[in-house]
């Protein structure tokens, strides 16, 4: 997974070859039952999110909140 950089998806995940770059290290932040899926790109405060929650949603970086489409469960 990546975060495109520029471009028409720029700040959108991609598919992209592994390169090692910040845009490609995530890491798991756990709270509670849930994790935030932090990217090392940029300031370190961006975060997965969930466009919405039809199938087929684009996955983007914002800034951490409480809004549950950053909340992720492992099973």
């Known amino acids: 997974m990546d975060v495109a950089q520029d471009g028409p998806f720029k700040g959108t995940t991609i598919l992209w070859e592994g390169y090692g770059g910040d845009n490609q290290s995530f890491t798991l932040v756990q709270e509670g039952p849930n ?3 932090k990217c090392k790109q940029g300031s ?3 975060y ?3 466009e ?3 199938n087929g949603s684009k996955l983007f970086l914002a800034k951490k909140s409480t809004d549950p489409r950053q909340k992720f469960k492992i099973d």
């Open 35 to 37: 994790f935030y899926i």
């Open 44 to 46: 370190g405060d961006q």
């Open 48 to 50: 997965l999110t969930v």
């Open 52 to 54: 919405n929650d039809s």
